[in-house]
């Protein structure tokens, strides 16, 4: 049962349950998944269908289930993404279509893609592209991209042509979104369309599921009395009248009124903040109600957000323009609000009474003169939401016993101009940086303002007004000299001191005086841009064209664009993944509990109350390990649970097992460790390399006589800090140990990239023979590098507790937890001296890379110097690397594995020198490029005719030449926002430079029925490599695609299985699987002709022959070389940094693909990371070494809205790769750097910026060139206008990393 209705009766034993735990635990529906807990991804997307009695209208909306409490489901019937549609019955077109568009990859955040959707088509049929956009705006994606997504669900659409952006443009002036013209909907539906809309299942209203007629019954007649629902910590009371909540607040005035639970929750779940009673105002009618009046619209505080954005958007349409400004601009804020499912349940009273400092309505409320009406015991009285209404952080001057019941918004008069302006780290879902609320009334036909309020967010711990800079405004004319003095006295006025919780302070000031200069603009009515950008045309994805011969058989699917092997299971939910297995008897779950210290002495680890708490049984530190404490990574050793010294905050010292997640995750919290703090903790590169704090080996090259050259160039000499980078993976890290209870046999089922590491580890911890231990692996919810070293220690610790217990257990990490202890990319210094000549040749360069690795080594010695010379070839070189040891956690492998890193320092410096001579960037990256067979730096021989061909195409593709005049007379026309075009190159090597790790093997069942079961080394994370290895098997089987299964990887079938990474899975396994088809075939050939149903297995160790001499500084530590060019072009709003990118032009050399959509799924995916990582994300740590980024809430990963409005991937047709499978080239790491091309644009355009603001040449931009840094970088008068933070006294918020 997948739609269910829910009555309160049956979840009495879940008062302080969430909806997700419910249809997990009670219901067994496990397609809706965990991604955050916190509202922030979607990947828990339900939709709840409610009657209304009165107006016996059924309203569908969507929720995130992770922050829906149980109790306030009471009537409402819940549809998962189960009960849409399935593999066995029928199929929903919306789980086909996402399917199709091979829009899922990893596939754990298609359900909650496919839910929101399907929400929307439950109540708009035909849904414009903009509200499509809209819709997915809550719902994120770490692999593909979104591309894909959107392009299966545009053809739900009957206009295609709409707005693919909500992005305005530049500085709101023009206020209109980039258009999306689609000349031809051919092209733009790609394969999907093309191959004919009547191929895909229509959509047909009529079949929906109906609304269980029971709850009609019930609400209709329905006795209506108070609810109360007791819980083992928390009593939850349900009134159902005004009078009954008022008086239950007299009675409880510290019991909080819950509504969309979306604050409430949040504290509850991850402040622990505790409340024994909460009171719902759910089913009170009078909180609900909307008036409208000749003077506003009266809203009942219990409206959502998205109900009042409807209110306001019915009264937006019937009032006169003038009284409208104030709802427009609250409207203008709604709809940047969280995503949809946030909405949907966020009420408008809760986020007044949350008194968030950056709740985005509150300064528009105050600013438009709103009041609200409060309501106590005694009565009612009205309060406005002024300067006085917000009294601290989340504090406001209502009383404890006191109830918001409405909100009065008045229509705006005659000569009064309000809006409302945010800026936030993504454009979408994402809370504000700061924001502001302004209005100002003219007296009648005069410019003079009679009038002003101006109210701004994010710049202190509530909601400030700006009075004393109103005072200098009120009384003048409305023009600059007047503003002048504004800026001034708001300079003084709102200020916000060195070490302000959030940091970004110079950056935060700065926005105060941007947005009011904007409001100022918007108010003269003189800013909208002469020129308006070119509209832009979304043309079709060089997809699915493969180059597959004319002869090939129709049967064999290879170079097909063949869909996900297992995108129908992703989409209907019935894909397993580790945590879905079923719950077996007696199952416990693992908490762990980490070091709230940098670098301390454990004293003492007292566990006694939490041995004492219910359910609890076992906890054990690593005295208990009966076998290895530690692993060894790369040489060197790792303890498994800290032994006496924490080198970090978030070392994992000792683990609680209990009875259910919640008791073991109280008791985890109740152990107390004590410790005495040690001296020296070293958190930054710089203090690492004073104090010599690194890791061995370091590593250096040297190639010509730099010296000399140095002595005949001119120089630069230069730093860039790169931040690291969470991997985001949407599953947390998440393991099932079983013990099987003879012979010491374990059963290890883990979300990991390399099995036979888990079965290692768990065998050497236990201290038992690794053929005891079998590791499985059915799918994964995404890696990207982040599941090798830190799973097997989790591995390792879950399995000690089902050792010790000799029960199964259970680990899944919550999202913040897998943040803080499990590391991220590695952020990296970067310092370079560059020596050229006048023509632009680079004949020198000296190199040094510090990598900040953590407080263990992991795999932090980077490849790093293997790719510094990309794609060029500079004679003179010298090159040095270091992982220093710090006190933070351990950073680790992720995708590219340090040369996204290297490549951002050589590109940067490349980028110097065209800036200092004043040339474009690409001319002195063709000039230095290699042009004929070469070897590289470490003596390795190649030759770069692939690389110069992806170069040209992609500056043809893209029209470089013309749009970079564009570029410039558009920058020439406009003054608060510039444009950038940059074109990046990328010579990327593939493998393992360690050539034990360059080998696969595999296993191949025929049974005899003709299926075929392959088993391989490779891990399925979404890469697809399940998918390309089924079309191997079954071009070399030469039987149907559909006659091969691939079920899970399993050290028990294929052992001493290599990491899948390095872009190399599918090289190695897909040709280990070839081999053993092959020999296969051949030998079964003669059986076969008498008896076609024969078995056969065998498994096959292919070797290649790379490795890396670093004493003698050369090697071939790669196969061969995958190329590509990106160019991208941005627009930036010089006065807060945001940006969007209008356009991405790619051309990839994969030779010949396997599966083309898979591989543009890997291109696209990864250059969205790319960009991510060099532009977006951020990972703050605090002055002591504590993670503050731990959840999607605080670490921005690109959403929906942050896709390139047109964005064209072109693969290079006419290549070929003796080295790999069927000719064909990894992929899924190296377009990761070519999210930078959107880096260097951006670059050019503060460049611009800063041209107008009288500087000139090289300048500093670290990455992420987040919008804080890109502002800072412009330099306009208003960045200029804020003084020095005193950051020699005053401890920032935030370490600055590396
Ligand atoms: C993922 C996410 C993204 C978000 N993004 C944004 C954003 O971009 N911009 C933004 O402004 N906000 C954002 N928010 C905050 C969100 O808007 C607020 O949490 C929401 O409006 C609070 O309303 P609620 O009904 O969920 O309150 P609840 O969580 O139910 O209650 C919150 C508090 O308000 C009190 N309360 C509720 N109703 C009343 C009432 N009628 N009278 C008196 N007290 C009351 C309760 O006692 C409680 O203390 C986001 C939240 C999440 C989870
Ligand atoms: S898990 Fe619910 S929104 Fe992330
Ligand atoms: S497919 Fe979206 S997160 Fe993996």
Wanted: with cysteine; net charge neutral; glycine share 8%.
């Amino acid at each position: 049962m997948s739609c269910f209705p829910v009555r309160l009766q049956e979840v009495r034993q879940a008062v302080s349950v969430c909806l997700r735990s419910l249809t997990v635990w009670a219901v067994r529906l496990t397609g809706s998944k965990y991604g955050c807990g916190g509202g922030g991804c979607g990947a828990c997307t339900v939709m709840l269908s409610r009657y209304d009695p009165q107006t016996k209208h059924i309203h569908h909306f969507s929720v995130n289930a992770c922050l829906m409490p149980v109790c306030q489901l009471h009537g409402a019937a819940v549809t998962t993404v189960e009960g849409i549609g399935s593999t066995k019955t029928r199929l929903h077109p919306v789980q086909e279509r996402i399917a199709k568009a091979h829009g899922s990859q990893c596939g754990f955040c298609t359900p909650g893609m496919v839910m929101s959707i399907y929400t929307l088509l439950r109540n708009k049929p035909q849904p414009t592209m903009e509200e499509i956009r809209e819709t997915l705006g809550g719902n994120l994606c770490r692999c593909t991209g979104y591309r894909p997504i959107i392009e299966g669900y545009r053809t739900f659409c009957e206009v295609i042509s709409s707005f693919i952006s909500g992005f305005h443009h530049a500085v709101g002036e023009s206020l209109e979104p980039f258009c999306v013209h689609e000349s031809d909907s051919n092209q733009i539906m790609g394969k999907l369309q093309t191959s004919g809309k009547e191929k895909l299942l229509p959509l047909d209203p009529t079949q929906e599921l109906i609304f269980p007629p029971e709850l009609i019954r019930m609400a209709e007649s329905e006795e209506r009395a108070t609810q109360t629902f007791r819980g083992e910590r928390m009593t939850w009371i349900s009134p159902i009248s005004l009078d009954e909540l008022l008086q239950l607040k007299s009675q409880h005035p510290q019991a909080p009124v819950v509504m969309g639970n979306t604050n409430l929750g949040l504290d509850i779940k991850f402040k622990g903040v505790i409340h024994p009673i909460i009171i719902s105002g759910f089913r009170v009618r009078e909180l609900f109600e909307v008036t409208e009046k000749p003077e506003g619209v009266c809203i009942g505080a219990g409206s959502s957000l998205s109900t009042v954005r409807s209110v306001l958007e019915k009264c937006v349409c019937s009032l006169p323009a003038e009284h409208t400004q104030t709802l427009a601009a609250l409207l203008e804020q709604l709809s940047h609000v969280a995503g949809e499912q946030i909405r949907n349940v966020a009420t408008l009273g809760g986020n007044i009474a949350s008194a968030y400092p950056n709740s985005d309505l509150n300064p528009v409320l105050a600013a438009g003169n709103a009041d609200h009406l409060c309501v106590i015991p005694e009565g009612k009285r009205e309060v406005p939401l002024d300067k006085d209404f917000f009294v601290g952080f989340g504090k406001t001057v209502l009383k404890p016993d006191e109830i918001v019941l409405s909100v009065f918004i008045p229509v705006s008069r005659k000569g009064e101009v309000v809006r409302a302006f945010r800026h936030a780290p993504r454009k979408e879902n994402a809370l504000a940086t700061v924001n502001a609320g302004l209005r100002v009334w003219f007296e009648e036909g005069s410019n003079v303002v009679k009038e002003m309020s101006v109210y701004y967010g994010g710049v202190g711990p509530c909601t400030v007004s700006a009075e004393r800079t109103v005072q200098q405004v009120i009384g003048r004319p409305w023009n600059e000299a007047t503003l002048s003095d504004a800026y001034r006295a708001l300079v003084d006025e709102v200020t916000l001191g060195a070490s302000a919780p959030g940091g970004k302070v110079m950056f935060r000031r700065s926005l105060t005086l941007s947005l009011l200069f904007r409001f100022y603009l918007h108010v003269l009515q003189h800013l909208k841009d002469t020129v308006r950008p070119p509209s832009v045309t979304c043309r079709r994805f060089s997809d699915a064209d493969s180059d597959v011969p004319s002869g090939q058989s129709e049967q064999d699917p290879v170079g097909r664009a063949v869909q996900h092997q297992a995108a129908l299971s992703h989409a209907t939910g019935e894909a397993v993944y580790c945590d879905d297995f079923p719950r077996t008897q007696g199952e416990l779950f693992l908490s762990v509990v980490t070091s709230a210290r940098a670098h301390a002495r454990i004293t003492h680890i007292d566990v006694s109350r939490a041995l004492s708490m219910p359910g609890v049984v076992d906890v054990f530190t690593a005295d208990d390990i009966p076998g290895k404490k530690f692993r060894s990574f790369t040489g060197i050793d790792e303890e498994i649970l800290a032994q006496g010294e924490v080198t970090c905050v978030g070392q994992m010292v000792c683990a609680v097992v209990a009875d259910t997640k919640p008791h073991a995750k109280l008791a985890s919290a109740a152990v107390k460790v004590h410790y005495e703090d040690l001296p020296d903790r070293i958190f930054t590169v710089e203090v690492a390399v004073e104090k010599r704090s690194f890791f061995l080996p370091q590593r250096e090259i040297q190639r010509g006589d730099v010296t000399k050259a140095f002595q005949e160039a001119d120089h630069v000499y230069e730093e860039i800090r790169l931040g690291g980078q969470e991997h985001f993976y949407m599953e947390t890290q998440s393991m099932l140990v079983i013990p099987l209870g003879e012979e010491k046999e374990m059963k290890v089922y883990a979300s990991t990239q390399h099995p036979t590491m888990v079965q290692e580890a768990v065998a050497e911890t236990l201290g038992i023979p690794s053929s005891r231990v079998s590791c499985h692996v059915k799918r994964i919810g995404g890696a990207f590098g982040g599941k090798v070293t830190k799973t097997s220690i989790l591995a390792s610790i879950t399995a000690l507790a089902a050792w010790r217990s000799e029960r199964p257990v259970r680990c899944v990490l919550d999202r913040g937890e897998d943040m803080l202890i499990t590391g991220a990319r590695h952020p990296v210094l970067g310092k370079y001296k560059v020596g050229f000549m006048s023509d632009g040749r680079i004949t020198a360069a000296d190199v040094r890379y510090y990598a900040n690795a953590g407080h263990t080594p992991d795999e932090s010695v980077l490849k790093i110097l293997l790719h510094m010379d990309n794609a060029y070839n500079i004679l003179n070189l010298c090159s040095q690397s270091a992982a220093c040891k710090t006190n933070l956690p351990s950073n680790t492998a992720f995708r590219g594995f340090g040369v996204p890193q290297t490549l951002m320092v050589i590109e940067n410096m490349v980028n110097d020198v065209a800036m200092v001579l004043g040339r474009p960037a690409e001319e002195i990256r063709e000039k230095n490029m290699y042009k004929e067979t070469s070897l590289t730096h470490y003596k390795m021989e190649f030759d770069p005719e692939n690389l110069l061909r992806c170069w040209e195409e992609c500056k043809e593709r893209s029209e470089l030449d013309r749009r970079r005049l564009d570029v410039a007379r558009f920058n020439q026309q406009n003054r608060w926002k510039k444009r950038g075009i940059a074109v990046i190159p990328i010579k990327y090597g593939i493998g393992f430079a360690e050539g034990f790790l360059n080998q696969a093997a595999a296993l191949v069942h025929i049974y005899k029925d003709g299926s075929v079961l392959v088993s391989h080394g490779g891990t399925e994370m979404g890469q697809g490599i399940h998918t390309k290895v089924q079309q191997v098997a079954s071009r070399e089987l030469d039987v149907p695609l559909s006659m091969i299964h691939i079920s899970e990887t399993s050290t028990s079938s294929v052992p001493n299985t290599c990491p899948s990474a390095a872009s190399f899975g599918t090289d190695a396994n897909g040709m280990a699987v070839k081999d053993a088809c092959q020999t296969l075939y051949k030998r079964l050939e003669p059986i076969r002709k008498q008896d076609p149903n024969g078995t056969w297995q065998s498994w096959v160790q292919l070797g290649h022959d790379l490795y890396m001499d670093w004493v003698k500084q050369e090697g071939r530590p790669y196969a061969y070389f995958t190329y590509a060019a990106c160019c991208s072009e941005v627009e930036l709003d010089c006065l807060t940094g945001e940006y969007r990118t209008v356009r991405t032009d790619l051309v990839a050399d994969i030779g010949q693909s396997i599966n083309p959509s898979i591989d543009i799924g890997q291109i696209e995916g990864a250059f969205m990371q790319g960009l991510g990582l060099y532009t977006m994300e951020e990972l703050k740590f605090s002055p002591s070494g504590v993670l503050y980024t731990r959840g999607p809430g605080q670490y921005k990963i690109p959403a929906v809205c942050d896709v390139p409005l047109q964005f064209n991937v072109y693969l290079l047709s006419g290549s070929h790769n003796p080295h790999a499978i069927y000719s064909s080239k990894g992929i899924g790491e190296p377009t990761l750097f070519l999210g930078s091309s959107v880096f260097f644009a951006l670059k050019e355009a503060v460049a611009a910026a800063r041209s107008d603001a009288g500087l000139s040449g090289p300048f500093t931009l670290h990455s992420p060139a987040t919008p804080e840094r890109a502002c800072v970088a412009c330099s306009t008068c208003f960045t200029q206008m804020i003084p020095q933070a005193e950051t020699e006294t005053t401890q920032p918020w935030a370490l600055e990393l590396p």
